[in-house]
């Protein structure tokens, strides 16, 4: 390979590795949390009643769509559709607020509670329930942060898409980019089921 | 370093056509980022030997000698943190490795060169935090550099900060493995196929899959202390229902394989500089080339062996163990290729050879200390001792840290057009070799007589051997500060180095010296394979 052609194949192979290690990372906590579920099955399952389901769910789909639209931004910058490239990207960052904003909601509503890290409730109760909200903030806390990452880089690429140094020839920045978005997507979707729905 | 001696070799130093600072610490050629990683390292392997000499040195006598038990505490932890995560993980990889893969492969740069420019910033961002957690808060972290609930999150000295910083050299080490990987993959020259990438490269690519699905364990695991102490979220206090044990399996899912972080690149090195100094080809190449990807498949699977004492299953422990012992068959492999890839050499013993037989000696006794270790029964009888202490450092210092100065001797001519004086490197290696020896199998006899590690003070019949062993550190000390003069001085006077004095057959023999900032004039077409002396012209 030349190092005068830009090399997308390469590009794309190195956000894959990457992403590999995000779902690692994220792996780290899903393994404490099934080791964790067998050992307190029943206090894992009274946590997960007191979550509320409304701003799960809403919260599920918003990001659903969010991914759609990063996806079809992709097709349009292909297309060379920079106008509908721009739209669909704010779409994507506008989606990736309201989630946000949602779990401010959610998690207040549970911090006014008092369920929340080393609250006096916590400690008091039973030993598992502190460790299923403990685990709870710690997952919803670590994929808030890759959402707001998510939310700079669509940000970063689409003044890039502006200022047309990424367009239908050049746009491997903006697969990657999107590629990283369905990755805090993908998290969300196992993140979902196993605090909101299972239990 | 001074630049203004350098620049004038030409290469390069100065083809890019600028100057000073910015020139370097912006500058995404492969090559000047090595050489900022090694003068990096290189800084901060000198704080770890000072660190290590000072420890040997409180423990010259029973009883407090130089420094008080807190202070001893945290002599040991940053020990441990400065040699582990800021010399011997990045030490071969990042500068050798960014100074010699793409030129093995045949490329004029690595797959994302501003991206190897970013992991070099937060290598230095992290080193930097790491420093400042020794100096700010509470004082430097006193937990041992594996940080072990439940102290590192009760404990008030400034673990918190020190855990970032080694959080964000952990990202810096990702980025470099994928930056390595997607070179290899996409950036080979024509005709550099798979089985005729070099071994150093190989091991390489090894050194970065290990990087890439391990790293990612501690990241999450340094984050889960940090959260610990800020936030109490009690996932690892079994008064909150957690399990301390839960920390150390996931601690060590990767800290053990980052041992082969460490040791593979060092026998990367001893599988390019065995055949150059025995004038012959590398005996099992593709052995050599499968046992470096066996060793970091196997070696992810071995971290129990850590927790033997620490209540497991029984079962556990014997799956663990067994684990543990497959790794001997691909390490053994290397070792025996080796040895037999000198058989009838015709063997010339200049200092990269010198660094690269006792690499092999060393790894061996380090090796087989290993298995005294890997066994439950007999590492019952020495877990936490100063066996386990002499054990490690036959490894890492014996094995990757040999390996890292034969690399340099071998290799650093090629960069900087000039060459070391040939008898002070001599002389400083059998200084090394001798006092490493003395210090390190001292070490394991105390252990085996029950001298535990981490310990301030000891009974009286250590004494005698607390004290051989910290001569032993002098020695060594002493041949180190040797070796370093004499390449620091030879580097930048010392006589010319040009052409291919060494022989050798891989790709960066065949450009100038220093090579120019683009590596090759135009791409090479790759004919034979890294070992064939003959095939690439050499005599």
Same mark, same amino acid.
């Given at each position: 390979?030349?190092?005068? *052609? ?44 007191? !979550? ?36 669909? !990207? ?9 989630? !946000? ?31 299923? /909200? ?29 200022? *047309? ?9 903006? *697969?990657?980019?999107? !590629? ?11 993140? /979902? ?7 | 370093?001074?630049?203004? =001696? ?9 083809? $890019? +056509? ?9 500058? =995404? ?34 009883? @407090? ?16 943190? #400065? ?6 993980? @990045? ?17 004029? &740069? ?8 970013? $992991? ?34 009760? =404990? ?44 150093? =490269? ?39 229902? +957690? ?55 196997? +070696? ?34 290397? #070792? ?29 006794? +380090? ?11 007999? &590492? ?7 066996? #386990? ?122 450009? @100038? ?18 070992? &064939? ?7």
């Amino acid at each position: 390979m030349s190092h005068l *052609e830009k090399d997308a194949f390469g590009a794309k192979l190195g956000m894959w590795l990457f992403l590999f290690t995000e779902i690692l990372l994220f792996g780290g906590v899903f393994l404490l949390y099934s080791v964790y579920l067998a050992k307190y099955p029943k206090e894992f399952g009274l946590g997960g009643k007191q !979550l509320d389901l409304v701003y799960g769910a809403t919260n599920t789909v918003v990001l659903l769509t969010s991914s759609l639209f990063a996806a079809m931004s992709v097709t349009a910058i292909k297309r060379g559709a920079k106008k509908a490239t721009l739209s669909l !990207l704010t779409g994507t960052i506008g989606c990736a607020f309201i989630f !946000l904003f949602i779990k401010y909601l959610e998690w207040s509503a549970k911090i006014h509670h008092g369920i929340y890290p080393n609250s006096p409730k916590l400690i008091e109760g039973p030993p598992g329930e502190s460790i299923f /909200f403990g685990l709870y903030y710690l997952t919803t806390g670590l994929h808030g942060i890759h959402v707001i990452i998510g939310s700079v880089l669509m940000a970063w690429t689409a003044v890039m898409v502006q200022r *047309e140094v990424l367009h239908a020839g050049d746009n491997v920045t903006l *697969e990657n980019v999107t !590629l990283y978005w369905h990755l805090v997507d993908l998290v969300w979707i196992f993140i /979902f089921p196993l605090y909101y729905l299972i239990l | 370093m001074s630049q203004e =001696t350098a620049t004038a070799e030409g290469g390069f130093w100065s083809d $890019s +056509g600028k100057t000073g600072i910015g020139s370097w610490i912006f500058s =995404t050629d492969h090559k000047r980022i090595g050489l900022m990683y090694l003068y990096c390292v290189l800084s901060f392997f000198m704080v770890g030997v000072l660190l290590g000499v000072l420890i040997r040195l409180e423990l010259i006598a029973p009883g @407090p000698t130089i420094v008080t038990a807190q202070t001893y505490n945290a002599l040991f932890t940053v020990h441990g943190v #400065v040699m582990i995560f800021l010399f011997i993980i @990045p030490g071969i990889p990042a500068s050798f490795g960014n100074l010699v893969l793409p030129i093995q492969l045949g490329a004029r &740069d690595v797959a994302f060169p501003r991206v190897n420019l970013f $992991s070099w910033w937060l290598y230095v961002i992290g080193a930097v935090i790491v420093l400042v957690s020794l100096f700010t808060g509470g004082g430097a972290p006193d937990t041992g550099w594996t940080f072990y609930v439940p102290f590192s999150a009760r =404990t008030t000295t400034n673990v918190s900060l020190a855990v970032f910083g080694v959080f964000i050299l952990g990202f810096s080490s990702i980025l470099t493995g994928i930056n390595f990987v997607t070179t290899i993959h996409r950036m080979r020259a024509p005709g550099m196929t798979w089985t005729r990438i070099p071994l150093f =490269t190989w091991s390489l690519y090894a050194t970065a899959w290990v990087q890439i699905l391990a790293t990612p364990i501690i990241a999450i695991t340094l984050l889960l202390v940090v959260t610990e102490r800020i936030l109490g979220l009690g996932l690892f206090d079994p008064s909150r229902g +957690g399990d301390p044990i839960m920390f150390q399996h996931m601690f060590w899912i990767y800290s053990h394989p980052a041992v082969y972080i460490m040791i593979l690149p060092g026998m990367g090195v001893i599988s390019d500089i065995i055949p150059v100094f025995s004038r012959k080809p590398i005996f099992g190449y593709k052995m050599i080339a499968f046992s470096s990807l066996a060793i970091a498949a196997a +070696g992810s699977a071995v971290w129990g062996h850590h927790m033997y004492t620490s209540g497991m299953s029984d079962l556990g422990v014997m799956v663990f163990s067994f684990l543990t012992f497959l790794v001997a068959i691909p390490s053994a492999i290397k #070792v025996f290729n080796w040895v037999s890839t000198m058989y009838k050499g015709s063997i010339s013993l200049e200092a990269p050879m010198l660094f690269a037989l006792s690499f092999i000696l060393l790894f061996s006794i +380090g090796g087989l200390s290993g298995l005294i270790l890997g066994a439950a029964s007999t &590492d019952i009888h020495v877990h936490d001792t100063h066996f #386990v202490v002499g054990h490690f450092h036959y490894v890492m210092f014996g094995g990757t840290g040999f390996a890292f100065f034969a690399a340099a001797h071998y290799w650093l001519p090629k960069y900087f057009g000039r060459r070391y004086e040939e008898k002070p490197a001599i002389i400083g290696w059998v200084l090394m070799f001798i006092g490493f020896n003395v210090l390190y199998f001292t070490m394991q006899v105390l252990g085996m007589e029950g001298m535990p590690r981490r310990y301030y003070d000891y009974l009286p019949e250590f004494a005698r051997l607390n004290f051989v062993a910290t001569v032993g550190s002098w020695i060594m000390v002493a041949g180190i500060l040797i070796v370093l003069w004499n390449l620091w001085r030879g580097l930048l006077k010392g006589e010319p180095f040009t052409g291919n004095p060494w022989g050798g057959a891989t790709l960066e023999w065949s450009i @100038p010296t220093p090579p120019p900032t683009e590596n090759f004039e135009e791409d090479p077409v790759v004919t034979h394979g890294p070992y &064939d002396f003959k095939g690439a012209g050499v005599p």
